[in-house]
């Protein structure tokens, strides 16, 4: 992630503090848990949220009109 963040042009020494301060820890702890209770388990994801449910969508990278079809459902009908 360091040399990363250096050939993106970021101080790759700030960003090394910044990636080990206890904070970040604590933070991608609290983001992998919330990812947990609406069980997404992969990487990259997209999630729904409607009314308080949370919808995986079904990622096709062929054809946006599948994932677009589901948004649409999901919108229309939350509870399904």
């Not at 360091?2 to 101080?11: E, R, T």
């Not at 009109?65 to 649409?72: G, N, P, V």
């Amino acid at each position: 992630l360091i040399a990363l963040a250096d050939n993106m042009g970021l101080n790759p020494t700030e960003f090394s503090a910044q990636l080990n301060q206890p904070a970040t820890q604590q933070q991608l702890n609290k983001e992998i848990a919330f990812n947990r209770s609406i069980q997404v388990t992969s990487f990259p994801s997209l999630v729904l949220e409607c009314d308080g449910i949370f919808h995986a969508i079904p990622i096709d990278y062929l054809n946006e009109k599948t994932m677009l079809e589901f948004i649409l459902q999901r919108l229309k009908h939350p509870q399904a």
